[in-house]
């Protein structure tokens, strides 16, 4: 017996009379028993299961998130208490995937929701309910443009997040897709000569950053002028920044992805973070994931459903959009509890406190002599010079309590010793005047 | 009514600290600045808390119930599994390594006694769910082909008919040609069709063991033994792992690659379908092909290993779903080597009990002992009542409890998949039949009370085929 | 269902840490050894979470929708405040002085600010609710006329008809003989009536101003002049006290002594009926009686000073209930100054706004400019419709409402109170109305339909004059 | 505007035009304005104020439960995680005293079931939904006594804690009663041929402790032989001892008051805990607080509604049985989330471990010349007597992450140097050891 396994001796004994086996072990003569127990350690008890769980997490050391200037794809910011009150209840935690509408409509209807904010935030006419990532929603997005152009070339910009292509090169490898990386200039944006020369007629799509890894933020209309109407643009974006900046449906996107961990999301070591996937209805039926839609139930009374699942997996099978199935519905509830209470001032808000704590510290980093690398307007991260011991720099400003700065030039080797710094609305102006102390000193 | 519905122009749910930093001159180019205010919520707190209250509150949960979905495990969710997570929340991934030795242990930890749970050698946490795993799992394979210079050859993959659709889907996403496998009448790997399509073409026999009807594959050992004569690999898709713990491992059955659904059998929770987690195990001569990193014990820690040439690359960001893994980390804690024999012999014994009783009443597909799961089989059902399978799901979600998988899987027609799990009590196993023979008289003596089901839900049965002809993707003003 | 009926002999859901020591011989007589097992649930955790999550869904509560009970002052509670309570469960009450000193600190801290809140100079937060704090109030003003030599002659304490049950109670509870005034016809103390009852005999008048009918008392100078002329205290209860933050304040208008609902005004929740807490701030001449600890600024930090001599000693153990401190501690530090202000600015205009759109269709008791709350007066539609107040009550729980306070004050006969709080928006306000329209419409229409109701509800109307008169105090097996 | 008060600018303006005033000073007429503001600090954002507060926290000490070792009415138990996770739920935590039962059954019948527990435990028939505190609770039983007596004179067991009998005084001087205090014996129980000679014709009740403060439980059998049969008995139990030792009830207990804090609750600074309050069906409407009953509605289903109401303030005002409206319940609800989960074998493990762990700790530390004061069978407490300097030394441990036994010759200054002890199952065998080392040093 078990606290969590509820049947005393006695109703198994009931229960194996009703089969009519004489014991448990007659229900497996199936199995070939190949082990006699785990070598793992026997099942504890919650007091002790704490205990030794808390001692692991304390051979982690956390920071102050006003002294974090790590980024690079994910983010701190201020998450309302109501989130994680609101997100705890358990009718979202302990349901599944909404297979029974009936009894999902708060699942249903918080994912339609969902997908209008998406919408409305990246300026694209649908959205899905969700992918693992913002690393395998672009290499999906890669691979719905060859399901919508038929051809197999890629342009991405070098400047897209350097995991994201690593996933998107194992992603689309199999399917013989030809990757060809886009250089960007001085500016630290895509190189605009390069990228006309780079698309042909074998080109599917062009995929940019918007901002970029560097925290500079491209020129989509630009971008856009210079490719052909028939390849696609896909655009990886920042949804926090989206709040600043206009909107990727604005410039022609045809597909555009992200990471969504930063809109109300801790940053989980990394996962579970959420994909957002947005599109154009016109390529709808070859999106994938699953996606939410508004009808009626038989007393004409609104409703929710899961919709277009002929492109899915569960039914589609080895012809289907993607294989995805699982994904990361309570983050998409997670990112719609933020957005509803932020609301567009409020996100708006913090793009722009991330936006101008951001320069003041570049400013000041300036000012004591670490010079920007690129002089294109950057969002809420820049690259500076740092020197060539910044790394150990890096590793000594924890015991000062700081997350500071990533040094970047083992990915961008061609860039020197650098670094790339980010700020966001957590951090104060005493946070940012200590960072730039300690890195000078 | 919609959270937009509710919003008014200016209604302000969020206060920032004040903002003590001078204002820059905005440097973004005038074109690329927002024009116009998205049409996002403008609510207060307490409309937040009621909008989401009210939401929750229309979801069924196991929390609040059973739900025996077939092939899915939903199984009571323990409490503590959360508040372990939430000591892991604040962390960000490319910390300096020596902050995140916690992280990088657990995740080491439970990488060897997963190891040991499915018998591989290695394995990789990074895929965040099942069919990633999946998606992984047939990466390494092509990858490990490739290295041996078979991959322009080794173009196939077979699946049983009865296999869960990621399983194809995955398959095309490697790169690789689907081939189906019918099953035989028993409901298992017919060997025959088996031989006819096994040949040095095929890369990976995909198989779920037990599998999708509940059914032990009795032939495994045989099935692996051709596979592995033709070179071609065995991968154990771990939906269905409930059953089989603290008896047998997919890699002592001869399974080269193992996926694992950390969300069902180690009862992280769904979360609405998703996140979950689909570590994968693999035997030693595939190890070099994994994602990077790969977790290594180092001494008395665990280390980050990056160091695979012939890696696969990385399958999404970072480690995987780093707080889903901490919560199977705990289960398996808490449970531990009996407990978890203790789960997959309970689960069983539940799912045996419910067929022993159910299939007085309708007709289980293959009426013989089962293992965690069974299928129900309407279609005598159907053509006498008129009364489809769809129908006695709505009607069950009536008596406040969720309904099977319907449907599934697909080679039994009118398929009913139930799987109780082991969390379920006697009495809550009673109360299904109970409903389950009610709906049967019901659906005899006044079918068209079944057909127009549910009724006592926050909503009547919804039209989701004008959803989908007239799709409708977006709330608008 | 009840827990126990879903028990199960044998069954469990805890374990317990691996126990180490060795077992000593029970030394305990036999016959003080328990013999029967006592008859409490036997379930899994399973068992235990459906159980509670099931109770739970049956509850109306703020964080469903709006909760109009006048005088309860039914307002959003902030998620923040139950994480800072959070930070504090774990101290021991007896812990070692230097070892508790932040929580002495926040006591200090709030004690100073609710000094200021009501105009008063010291203050106890040990009383655990309203009614607690009443009694506390009563007892410092019965040991201040001990102390004086006046005890023998001021037996009286004046209770005008308006007043909460509790008044009159907790005067009694202290020892004094309780009298009632008669409200005058414009709802307020009658000026008259008072000064035929105050003499020397009288110890303490008790009002709640704003009253129980939404009305400021306009006399309340004249009142406290003249309590004070002839020697008596008056006492200010601080239900109504979300009226008139940032305006005025009890000390202000002449109370000698304030009891405090942070439950209500400093929005900690309800928890379906407590813990709450009532702290009492008096003026200078009653400090010396306050029960010990009281909390006092030393130096930069506070102290507990328990030299008293004339204390009347303690009302509950320790220092009261401290965690819900902490959620009205870190209310008023998110609300503020002005913040406080608009909080009352917006209850007293939200009543307004409902008492005007209902005056249209039912009847207000005294329809001028109300504060925080106001009454409606049924006792025309009751003769009219042979609907009830309480049917209207029952009706409004159909349209996902809950009732307003029905049939208090007493001396409106068939009283709705209604107090909607500043968290409830216009659009909620308007949806209470429309509630409240339909319902007289049906109540015209069709009073069956009313008189039957609830009928949405987990469970229809409920019989509680046979549940008094054949009293089921537990459940028996 | 606030994030908590919805109202816009435009909103307030047309509710003003509805009532038909200009301003909502226009609302206040009637109101003296005496102040212009408070002298308190504007509000401030959520993330200020759990900085500020965090900070005050910090200034507090948390001792691992494993090292403490101090009792003396408020207890550290073992709290399975499930506890505060159903506890949480907020239609719970924000819902009103359920005044309508049809929309309030789960408050009702989970007070019914927590009832029910209550009686089951103290072996009594009848218990209220709940009292402020274990103090306040015994208070009013002695009000209570008088109302069923009609007689004055309490003898109320020295042996009592002894801030609930100076909560008694508090309650009882204005009514007249007079207390008489019962000394204790050798054993550290009550003194059997004292009681004789203390009750007499005016006596209204007896009250006793079991165990008592000193940890040591009283004869309950005894002492109920010695009171005539119209005095009525009151015990102050500890309810978790219960489980262990026979209920009160079976020794003809008139009326069984307790501080349920041990029952799932945590510590808090020493409130909230909860009051309960049981007694016989005979007694029950003399008894204070609200009640909970078993009823039915129109259709015939069973349901839950508050009873005797007319015994309450709110109906009764001054004749009232007692001036208590807000209680416990949200304490109770853990209470019966608490015992739901332990069970009765889990409560018994729980008091048994605890009985264990104390006579172990009193060998140890017997082993090092610390005596024991009483020679009374105790239960999870024992007083030994400690040096002079010993005060001194328990601060000292605080050094060393211990919270020790409290000295109580303050309170019982007839004892000399001495300290109260107290054990419960949270304490280890290497903690138990640990202690014993760290006091004789």
């Not at chain 1, 933020?217 to 390849?231: C, G, M, S, T, Y």
């Not at chain 1, 957002?276 to 929710?304: A, C, Q, S, W």
């Not at chain 2, 012999?345 to 293959?366: G, H, P, T």
């Not at chain 2, 053509?383 to 697909?410: E, M, N, Q, S, W």
Request: include cysteine.
């Amino acid at each position: 017996m078990h606290r969590y396994i509820p049947h005393t001796e006695e109703e198994i004994r009931q229960m194996l009379e009703e089969i009519g086996v004489k014991s448990i072990d007659d229900l497996f003569v199936d199995v070939p028993k190949t082990i006699d127990g785990y070598n793992i350690p026997e099942g504890k008890d919650e007091f002790t299961v704490r205990k030794f769980v808390e001692g692991i997490s304390k051979k982690n050391i956390n920071f102050d998130p006003e002294n974090i200037f790590l980024g690079a794809g994910i983010y701190y910011h201020y998450i309302p208490t109501v989130v994680k009150h609101m997100a705890s209840n358990p009718n979202f935690v302990t349901a599944y995937t909404p297979y029974q509408a009936e009894v999902s409509q708060g699942t249903l209807q918080m994912l339609f929701e969902y997908q209008t904010m998406m919408c409305e935030l990246t300026g694209m006419e649908v959205a899905n309910s969700s992918m693992y990532d913002g690393a395998s929603a672009f290499a999906e997005s890669l691979l719905m443009a060859v399901r919508v152009t038929g051809k197999t070339k890629m342009v991405v910009a070098k400047t897209i997040n350097p995991e994201y292509r690593t996933v998107a090169k194992t992603y689309t490898k199999p399917q013989g897709i030809e990757i060809h990386e886009l250089d960007y200039d001085q500016s630290g944006k895509v190189d605009i000569e390069k990228l006309k020369s780079s698309v042909d007629d074998k080109t599917a799509a062009v995929a940019i950053a918007y901002p970029n890894f560097f925290g500079v933020i491209e020129d989509l209309k630009a971008i856009r002028e210079v490719i052909p109407q028939n390849v696609m643009f896909i655009v990886v974006a920042e949804p926090v920044s989206l709040a600043l900046l206009e909107a990727p449906g604005k410039f022609g996107a045809d597909i555009v992805v992200g990471e969504g961990q930063s809109l109300g999301v801790t940053p989980n070591f990394g996962g579970p973070g959420i994909g957002f996937f947005t599109t154009l209805e016109k390529h709808v039926r070859k999106m994938p994931g699953r996606i939410i839609g508004e009808t009626k139930d038989l007393e004409g009374n609104k409703g929710y459903v899961m919709i277009l699942q002929t492109r899915e997996q569960h039914i589609r099978r080895e012809k289907a959009t993607s294989n995805i199935c699982s994904n990361q519905a309570y983050i998409a509830l997670i990112n719609a509890i933020y957005i509803s209470t932020m609301g567009p001032e409020g996100l708006k808000e913090v793009a722009w406190r991330s936006y101008n704590n951001a320069h003041y510290l570049a400013k000041k980093l300036e000012e004591r002599g670490f010079s920007r690398i690129f002089n294109g307007e950057f969002f809420n991260e820049f690259v500076v010079k740092v020197p060539e011991t910044y790394r150990q720099k890096w590793h000594e400003m924890v015991k000062d309590g700081i997350l500071g700065p990533i040094p970047i030039d083992r990915v961008y080797k061609e860039l020197g010793p650098s670094a790339l710094v980010c700020s966001t609305e957590v951090n104060t102006k005493a946070s940012i005047e200590r960072l730039v102390e300690v890195m000078s000193k | 009514m919609t959270i937009f519905e509710k919003s008014t122009s200016g209604r302000k749910g969020y206060e920032l600290p004040e903002y003590e930093l001078p204002s820059v001159d905005c440097g973004i180019p005038e074109h690329l600045v927002r024009k116009e205010k998205p049409l996002l919520p403008e609510v207060s707190e307490v409309d937040v808390v009621r909008h989401y209250t009210e939401l929750a509150s229309k979801n069924y949960s196991v929390d609040k119930g059973f739900y025996p979905l077939g092939s899915c495990t939903m199984k009571y969710n323990p409490k503590i599994n959360e508040d372990m997570a939430m000591l892991f929340t604040q962390l960000h991934p490319m910390q300096p390594r020596e902050t995140i030795q916690g992280a990088i242990d657990l995740m080491g930890h439970l990488k060897e006694m997963l190891c040991e749970i499915t018998g591989t050698d290695d394995m990789t946490l990074q895929p965040a769910a099942g069919a990633h795993g999946e998606l992984t799992g047939l990466l390494v394979a092509r990858a490990y082909f490739e290295d041996k210079g078979e991959l322009d050859k080794r173009r196939k993959v077979l699946v049983p008919d009865s296999a869960h659709g990621t399983n194809p889907a995955s398959a095309a996403m490697a790169g690789f040609e689907v081939v189906e496998l019918k099953s035989g009448k028993d409901g298992c790997v017919n060997l025959e069709e088996l031989k006819a399509h096994l040949d040095e073409n095929v890369a990976v026999i995909m198989l779920t063991n037990p599998n999708t009807l509940g059914l032990f594959e009795k032939d495994i050992l045989t099935i692996a033994k051709m596979a592995h004569e033709v070179g071609a690999l065995l991968y154990y898709d771990g939906a269905n792992l409930n059953a089989i713990m603290g008896r047998t491992r997919p890699g002592d059955m001869g399974f080269d690659i193992v996926h694992l659904n950390l969300h069902k059998t180690f009862s992280t929770p769904h979360g609405m379908g998703g996140p979950g987690s689909g570590p994968i195990g693999v035997k030693k001569h595939l190890a070099p092909y994994l994602p990077v990193p790969v977790i290594r014990k180092a001494g008395e820690k665990y280390d980050l290993d990056y160091n695979l040439p012939k890696s696969i690359g990385m399958v999404r960001s970072f480690y995987g779903n780093f707080t889903v893994m901490v919560k199977a980390y705990t289960y398996i804690l808490t449970m531990g080597n009996k407990g978890l024999k203790h789960v997959s012999d309970m689960a069983v014994l539940n799912a045996n009990y419910l067929r022993a009783k159910l299939s007085k009443i309708y007709k289980v597909a293959y009426d013989r002992i089962c293992m965690h799961e069974f299928v129900i089989d309407n279609e005598e059902f159907v053509k006498k009542t008129g009364v489809k399978t769809l129908d006695i799901a709505k009607r069950l979600l009536d008596y406040g409890l969720h309904a099977p998988t319907v449907y599934f899987p697909l080679i039994v027609h009118e398929a009913m998949m139930i799987e109780p799990t082991e969390t379920e009590s006697k009495r809550t196993l009673d109360e299904f039949i109970d409903a389950m023979e009610k709906i049967y008289n019901e659906a005899i003596e006044n079918p068209e009370l079944v057909k127009k089901a549910p009724y006592k839900t926050p909503i009547r049965r919804l039209d989701d085929v004008n959803a989908t002809k007239y799709p409708v993707f977006r709330y608008k003003k």
